[in-house]
């Protein structure tokens, strides 16, 4: 099992769970972050301190969300790794529970 990061992190990019990571297996973009579930050990302690609670563990996903499996996956490959905790993206308070947000998703 691993762990997911979903919509809510999109125009956010908190990165306090990068910070409690053990394993360093967070890869950043543009506007999102995303776990490599290969590298995950399900240790569950970046789940709690999101503050947008945008990670999900994947046997908990919410249906809607399952796609965000894969994403992660494809996306944790071709990021850089993040290490280090860092600002969240300016105007993230303001994108904080806004639905749908995959459509605004930087993949580059």
């Not at 762990?3 to 053990?22: G, H, S």
């Not at 995950?40 to 990670?55: Q, T």
């Amino acid at each position: 099992m691993a762990f997911v990061v979903t919509d809510n992190c999109i125009q956010c990019k908190y990165t306090d769970c990068v910070e409690v990571c053990p394993v360093d297996c967070f890869y950043e973009g543009d506007n999102f972050l995303v776990i490599n579930p290969d590298e995950c050990i399900d240790c569950g302690l970046c789940e709690p301190v999101c503050p947008a609670e945008a990670i999900y563990s994947e046997d908990e996903l919410p249906a809607d969300m399952e796609h965000f499996f894969d994403l992660n996956e494809k996306l944790s490959q071709k990021w850089p790794n993040l290490s280090e905790r860092k600002d969240p993206l300016p105007d993230a308070a303001q994108w904080d529970g806004t639905p749908d947000k995959l459509k605004y998703l930087i993949e580059k």
